[in-house]
């Protein structure tokens, strides 16, 4: 199976990465053998990657990463660079190559420090691979100043790197920074492409595969967590039941802090798995002593990661929140639907009851402010809103209507 392969409905890309990818070796072979590289590359230094959530960013990234590093002897035959097979494309997907930097954050922001020592990184030639890439899966989330100084990265690069950088549109990105790369929309795969990967690749049973699938309306990573995680398909089945619940004040607020409670139970389970293990890490760094004290002067360092933790729980109990918020949209989006009589594939065929009883029980023009408060409550969140006062707003709209 080729790096290719992973990307779900997205032929076209798939078609202009393929043809960079033949450039970028043709240019490789062309200094090797000191000969004229060819013109007119279809290769370029930056790479900017966007589309909605679920349509794989990351992953086509890190595939054409995989073919920029693709040592196959197929190459040489006419072959696509590639293969998922060679050492060079299989350390890439896996992220052990040491010519592959993927840059991913569990925190809210990317800052200039970190910044700083991925551009000094991106000076240096490749220690064994053929290029020097670094994958940045969340460009979005750079500060203005760590923009600032990535824009001199990709405004003069070295002459085997490549930045891939990944970000929900265009507008998420520095307007300096998104001139100087070459632009790739990704669209949200079909339903039906979705399942199938998902049989084919993680062996999903085809009814669950198809459930999951349209569940998540073409997102390949949650339909994937749905089919492989009892717990998220819990926590899931009770966000849809809140529209039912909204009858009153209370049951509004009660509703807005079990939300609450469902994520900040999120982040903890995060911490629990991941926070001991760093710190432990860290103390054994430093040279704790017995009964885990530590050296003098280590105490600095000991509240930078303490801080970082803090800021991660944060990231992860809005995550999980926003998924929630996803969900409900996409239940009153049913309900829209079945008003107005559409033959638009439903996402919770599971609760028909429920969808046709809210439907029959309000106008469209109820069911899209609703759909509206929702919209207002992830724009909150996104503005650092005390998160329980967001959500029981929202709460609050939707028994209004």
Known sequence: MTVWDDLVGQEKVSGQLEAAARDADAQVTAVAARTPSPEASKMTHAWLFTGPPGSGRSTTARAFAAALQCTSPDRALGG??????????????????????????DLLSIGVKETRDLVRRAQLSPAVGRWQVI????????????????????????PRTVWLLCAPSLEDVLPTIRSRCRHLTLRTPSVAAVADVLVRRDGIEPDIASAVARATQGHIGRARRLATDERARARRAAVLKLPLRVDDVGACL?????????????????AEETDVKETEDMKTALGAGQGGRMPRGTAGAMKELEDKQKRRKTRTQRDSLDLALIDLTA????????????????????????????????????TLRRIEAIAACRVALDRNVAPLLAVEAMTMALRAG
Request: hydrophobic letters at 40%; proline letters at 3%.
């Open 331 to 366: 239940f009153y989006r049913d309900v829209l639907a079945l008003q107005f009589g559409t033959d638009l594939a439903l996402a919770n065929t599971e609760m028909q009851d429920a969808l046709d009883r809210l439907a029959r029980g309000s106008s469209p023009e109820a």
């Open 135 to 158: 994958v940045m899966e969340d460009a979005d989330r750079l500060t203005e100043g760590a923009g600032n100084v990535l824009l001199k990265a990709v405004e003069e690069p070295a």
């Open 80 to 105: 696509i660079p590639g293969c998922g097979f060679c050492d060079g494309c299989h350390t890439s997907l896996i992220g052990t190559h040491a010519d592959v930097q993927i840059i991913r954050t």
């Open 254 to 270: 009660k509703a807005a802090q079990e939300l609450i409670d469902a994520a900040s139970e999120d982040a903890k389970q995060v």
